[in-house]
């Protein structure tokens, strides 16, 4: 079965640089969400989309800004990158966002290494 | 404001015994989604098991069952017959909030199968 898929797996940057991270939802999954992990810790929620319409906002710092695309990927666009921002990011994916049943499917993440 | 607590930051268990992962949950909504994903040092989250706030019977999927106590607000994962493979994170979460439903996860049990 189709999975969730992350782009780069791996990335790399400088402090102050930019840093641009995609994800391509499960077909047929209209809703996508941002999460952050800090090393040795739980997921954090950055963002979601319903409809390529932001849905929710979470803990995500102003450099950070996300959108969702008419073929439903999306990405999180990160500026001005900082130490603290070096986490595992993951995209996950649903279907039926308002109900308490969807399950969100997780891609593998993009781990975000800031020197 | 929603919360999940995962008291066990470690567990050690032989292999094919049963292990049961503690999560304890707080929230003042009446409906709600409660769910366990498996995080390999790998990286991935992988959705294992999720039980609705008003599912009257515990949930099973596999060698996964969640024992549901909604008085005690638990939702323990019980794992039978436990594999080397199932050594990972594992982490309780949470569904919450409008629309398209973030997730609020616990701090993590790790846990290690010893052969």
């Known amino acids: 079965a189709a999975g969730v898929i992350q782009s780069p797996r791996h990335l790399i940057k400088e402090k102050r640089e930019t840093a641009t991270l995609k994800c391509y939802p499960i077909p047929r999954h209209d809703t996508v969400y941002w999460y952050q992990q800090g090393p040795g810790q739980d997921p954090q929620f950055l963002i979601s989309f319903y409809e390529k319409m932001q849905s929710d906002k979470g803990s995500i ?3 950070f800004s996300a959108q969702q695309f008419s073929d439903y990927h999306s990405e999180l666009n990160m500026s001005s990158l900082e130490l603290g921002d070096s986490a595992l990011y ?8 308002w109900r308490e049943s969807d399950t969100q499917y997780f891609g593998p993440g993009t781990r975000l290494t800031v020197l | 404001a929603q919360k999940i607590t995962q008291t066990q930051p470690g567990m050690f268990v032989q ?3 049963a292990v049961t992962l503690d999560c304890t949950y707080d929230t003042s909504d009446q409906s709600y989604g409660l769910f366990w994903y498996k995080q390999p040092s790998s990286g991935e989250m992988i959705f294992l098991i999720y039980q ?6 515990n949930a099973t999927e596999g060698r996964y069952s969640l024992n549901f106590q909604k008085a005690r607000k638990s939702a323990n994962l019980v794992i039978s017959a436990s594999q080397l493979g199932d050594s990972a994170m ?6 919450t909030g409008r629309g398209a439903q973030k997730l609020v996860f616990g701090q993590g049990t ?3 199968i010893n052969p």
């Open chain 2, 52 to 57: 609705g706030s008003y599912d009257e019977q």
């Open chain 1, 61 to 63: 710092p102003d450099r």
């Open chain 2, 90 to 95: 594992y982490f309780c979460a949470m569904s």
């Open chain 2, 15 to 17: 292999e094919k015994e």
């Open chain 2, 110 to 112: 790790r846990l290690t």
């Open chain 1, 90 to 97: 993951f995209c996950a994916s649903s279907v039926r966002p």
